[in-house]
């Protein structure tokens, strides 16, 4: 069985990536700056129900601290 994958990630690198691509993983690209750990996992925590939502039918979630968008699959 194909497991599937979420990458979360800051670097850019991944999002150009999974725009070339048509299949899994799935990229959360993270696009806010630099922030103290705690303050980090916060953020996540509370936006991961809206980002969990919209996967599988968006291969790329752009996070930033004000808004998120994405782009389907």
Same mark, same amino acid.
């Given at each position: ?17 999974? =725009?070339?691509?048509?299949?899994? /993983?799935? $990229?959360?690209? *993270? ?8 303050? +980090?996992?916060? =953020?996540?925590?509370?936006?991961? /129900?809206? $980002?969990?939502? *919209? ?8 996070? +930033? ?9």
């Amino acid at each position: 069985m194909r497991e599937k994958l979420v990458i979360v990630s800051k670097d850019a690198d991944f999002s150009e990536r999974i =725009m070339q691509s048509v299949s899994p /993983p799935w $990229i959360v690209h *993270l696009r806010f700056g630099n922030m103290r750990r705690e303050h +980090y996992e916060e =953020m996540l925590a509370g936006l991961w /129900p809206r $980002i969990e939502s *919209l996967l599988p039918a968006h291969k790329l979630i752009r996070v +930033y601290s004000d808004r998120i968008e994405s782009v389907r699959d």
